[in-house]
């Protein structure tokens, strides 16, 4: 029989990837979508065929609990949340009430209707935050600096408590930033990579940026999904680091992508105050140690190969004057 998995957050960068990859090991692939006004489903339109939607709301219990009674999954990976980091300063209540209660709801409704169910919780490097130690592994304390790394705490923790108090299979994958095609525009490596493209063509000419001397641990996604199956697929729960353990700045970022398509990136690049973080986090880099003893996982994409990729892909895409996101590989 074939194992039943319900993703929510389907329609962004990770859940299409982690869909694609459960697809492939046989599994009946479940997403959960709000209701919205305009359907996001760019980034699963090639898999429209071969996963099941159906709605439900990390706000609404009920609706999460009539979901997994329905479906009853085998394994249940939560990646839906408020996920930009800048955003969180202006909806802080909403951060909260999506990324800290959607997963007590998720993992209360699990409780209620089969304890059976492995879960796993999308944590972040954010809720690091002011870096206590460097590199970052699962016992470095937290110290978040914006609403959505705090909420981020909260739910990592939650899911703690009720592996702890109800003896439910719950994993939480810390996950540094990952990073693809696919990547919202808002987010800073695809900014760079598609105003990189849009400059190469002609379209604009300059390009404006915050902190360029912010650090990140940047990988691909495509990776950082194949860690979270391998979580689930473990004789006992834990959390794990997913990282490539190595760190660039931003102005690497920007380097790198303007020097793939044979550009100064010094003629080009604005910095503008109005892309400042209140509070930065400056320096993050994880240790994934842990995870690639205990899973055997490994990134399989460098970051000068993830650059190459996504820049590429945003010059294909405005060549071709196809939709904002990609719909298919990579």
Known sequence: MAKRAIITGITGQDGSYLAELLLEKGYEVVGVTRRLSAPNLQRIEHLRDRVELRPADLLDQMSLLKVIDEVRPHEFYNLAAMSFVPAS???????????SQGVTRVLDAIRRVDTAIRFYQASSSEMYGKVRETPQTEDTPFYPRSPYGVSKVFAHYITVNYRESYDLFAVSGILFNHESPRRGLEFVTRKVTEGVARIKLGLTDSLALGNLGAHRDWGFAGDYVRAMWLMLQQDEPDDYVVATGVSHSVQDLVETAFSHVGLDWHEHVKTDPRFLRPAEVDHLIGDSSK????????????????????????????????PTQPVSPP
Do not use: I
């Open 89 to 99: 300063w202006d909806q802080p209540m909403l951060t909260g009430e999506f990324n």
């Open 291 to 322: 995870a690639r003893a205990a899973l055997n996982w490994a990134p399989s994409v460098d970051f000068t190969g993830l650059v190459a990729m996504m820049v590429d892909a945003d010059l294909d895409r405005l060549r071709n004057n196809s």
